[in-house]
């Protein structure tokens, strides 16, 4: 079946460092892949997708490439702000998984993102 | 807009009472989705909405009843729920659960059942 793993924190960084959060999948079909982050006491908010493979999602200065040859989807930062403490999740969507769960959102267990200012 | 609202924000209730959570959603999407969220969890599917049609139930427990009256709405009935059902409820909706679109979510609805 469809699955996604990603890397567990926390994760703790100071403002202004670099940011990567792996991520990596399996899936049957072609799935659509997504990060969302999730901000303390909030819902889940869409932060970037991508479609098919080579596309590369951005929003906010985050950025992540779909590598099908790898079955990954890291997501990246190249400064980081306190305002980007959140859990972050990787997530995947399959419209062509036989097993009857297309279109529904496959998530990682999440990452914890902490900036020190 | 990609406005997922719902009410309310945070509901305490008592094992013998009955409550609803609304959700609604304007963007014209014809999923719509309930999911459970504990501390530190990703959410767990709960329900889908397809077309105002349920096509999956998650194996939830009869007192968790979910209602979809029109394309924009969605509601969750709460009934005898037990203290484990503390969490996180969140809406979601999707243009369309057949092709992998992404899904919008709403603020939740904290619940705490003492």
């Known amino acids: 079946g469809n699955s996604v793993t990603q890397m567990e924190g926390p994760v703790t960084l100071s403002e202004e460092a670099f940011l990567t959060i792996n991520c990596t999948y399996t899936?049957?079909?072609?799935?659509?892949l997504f990060w969302y982050v999730q901000y303390p006491g909030e819902g889940l908010q869409l932060l970037l997708k991508a479609t098919k493979a080579d596309d590369k999602g951005s929003n906010k200065g985050f950025e992540a490439t779909y590598r099908k040859e790898t079955t990954s989807f890291h997501l990246e930062k190249g400064s980081v702000q306190v305002s980007d403490s959140a859990v972050y999740f990787c997530?995947?969507?399959?419209?062509?998984?036989?097993?009857?769960?297309?279109?529904?959102?496959?998530f990682g267990k999440g990452t914890k993102l902490s900036v020190k200012p | 807009d990609t406005e997922v609202t719902q009410t309310p924000k945070h509901l305490v209730m008592g094992m013998t009472n009955k409550k609803s959570l609304k959700c609604e959603q304007h963007m014209g999407h014809r999923a719509m989705y309930w999911y459970k969220q504990k501390a530190k969890k990703p959410p767990e599917l709960m329900f889908v909405y397809s077309y105002e049609k349920l096509s999956i139930n998650e194996s939830v427990p009869s007192r968790f009843s979910p209602e979809c009256p029109n394309s924009s709405l969605l509601n969750l009935h709460l009934h005898a729920l037990q203290p484990e059902d503390s969490a996180l409820y969140l809406c979601?909706?999707?243009?369309?659960?057949?092709?992998?679109?992404?899904?919008?979510f709403g603020p939740g609805t904290r619940l705490t059942v003492t």
């Open positions: 979601a909706s999707s243009q369309d659960r057949t092709v992998s679109y992404e899904q919008y």
């Open positions: 997530a995947l969507s399959d419209a062509w998984d036989y097993g009857g769960s297309q279109g529904n959102l496959i």
């Open positions: 899936a049957t079909g072609y799935p659509s």
